[in-house]
């Protein structure tokens, strides 16, 4: 005759809270016992951003030379990629912190862990454009762009937001220049604009003006003057289009804030920090070169809201020093173990089925009681 064992139809507070428990010890393992995994892609960003430290490093070397002065209080740094408060070629206001954050040649394999992402492969075109006002993360740009030997197509802006590359005498055309001299990189800017309002510096005086031509011209390099913000867009993509010839565009890198870029301040504020891989919802876009190559699929890297985009990437936001190469979680990262995970799974799921689907856990549970019962019955006196 077989054993009949009763099972309740509800599951007690006891059992609940054994699962709660074994979940509890599961979840506590997983988040404990994690793993550092190397990110992709490791050796080119490694190689970026030591590429992007030398660049660094030249163009400070470079601003010593011309005898101009290094602030200590808005760079801490003693970078020499901070510009001035204000200066004849300043075009608007700045942030400095998203300046000092950018001082950070790990910037480099940001951008390069974006590009691969978006399937740039070594000579794959690459539209860029660059604005005066992030100097430090035009470099990082460029320097991931010469480490996958990319075929960049660049445009800049030579004026520049406060702290930016704003001095008269060592504007971004200068160091641009500083560092094909260098060999640094291998490519220069296919056409330089004015920068600012309507990308033609509108609100600067004619002796702004006339110190921006000059550093185009004093870098042989051919000015992009435009009639108006459409006339500039059009420009500009025709640029792109007959430089490219038969190259096919992979990726579009936009720095900043530049006004024929991202659209006027709307516009910049339409497309995410990072990596864009589809074209923003909203009927009410605003025209711009990421609008246009968006629309023709092309991805778009969006380098704005650094702070944010530093974060993401576990990079620090105003550094008290330059970081080391290969800082930063786009390099290495704690990932969770994944055989700690399936370990704590398996445990809860063994669990509820010996608690819940059968009565296993009932069982032991009975027993476990009957002993202690035994254990506290009085012992007969012999």
């Known amino acids: ?22 979940a509890a010890v599961g979840l506590v393992s997983v988040e404990t016992f994690r793993v550092r995994e190397v990110q992709p892609f490791f050796k080119e960003k490694t190689e970026a951003s030591r590429l992007a430290l030398q660049a660094f490093n030249a163009v400070k070397k470079e601003r010593i030379r011309r005898g101009i002065a290094i602030d200590p209080e808005s760079d801490p740094l003693q970078s020499g990629l901070i510009g001035q408060l204000l200066s004849p070629v300043t075009t608007s206001t ?92 291998s490519f220069r800017s296919i056409a330089v604009s004015p920068g600012g309002i309507d990308d033609r510096a509108l609100g ?32 500009r993509m025709a640029l792109y289009r007959e430089r490219s010839s038969e190259l096919e565009i992979k990726a579009y890198i936009n720095v900043g804030g530049g006004t024929a870029s991202v ?4 516009g910049k504020k339409q497309f995410k920090p990072g990596l864009n891989l589809e074209r923003p919802a909203g009927a009410e876009l605003v025209d711009s070169v990421m609008l246009r190559f968006a629309e023709r699929g092309v991805p778009v890297v969006h380098l704005s809201n650094l702070e944010t985009l530093a974060k993401q990437y576990g990079l620090p936001t105003e550094p008290k020093g330059i970081p080391p190469v290969g800082q930063g979680s786009v390099f290495v990262k704690a990932e969770y173990n994944r055989w700690v995970a399936l370990t704590g799974l398996i445990a809860i799921f063994a ?8 009565d296993v856990g009932s069982r032991i549970l009975r027993s476990a009681a009957l002993r202690k019962d035994r254990a506290n019955q009085p012992q007969q006196m012999v």
Do not use: C
């Open 263 to 266: 659209g006027t301040h709307v």
């Open 94 to 185: 700045g942030h400095l912190p998203a300046k000092q954050t950018t001082i950070n040649p790990n910037f480099a394999a940001v951008i390069v862990h974006l590009l691969r992402r978006a399937g740039v492969n070594p000579g794959d075109g690459v539209a860029v454009g660059l604005s005066g006002s992030f100097p430090a993360l035009n470099i990082t740009v460029l320097a991931a762009l010469q480490t996958l030997r990319a075929r960049a197509l660049v445009i800049s802006s030579a004026g520049a937001s406060q702290w930016g590359a704003n001095h008269p005498a060592f504007m971004w055309p200068d160091m641009e220049s500083t560092l094909y001299r260098a060999r640094l990189i």
């Open 1 to 22: 005759m077989k054993k009949l064992y009763w099972r309740p139809q509800r599951t007690s507070a006891r059992v609940l809270l054994i699962l709660a428990a074994a």
């Open 351 to 358: 669990a509820m089925l010996a608690f819940i689907r059968t």
């Open 204 to 235: 600067l005086g004619r002796s702004g003006k006339d110190l921006i031509q000059q550093a185009i011209n004093r870098n042989g390099l051919t000015p992009l003057d435009v009639k108006n913000y459409v006339d500039g867009l059009e420009r």
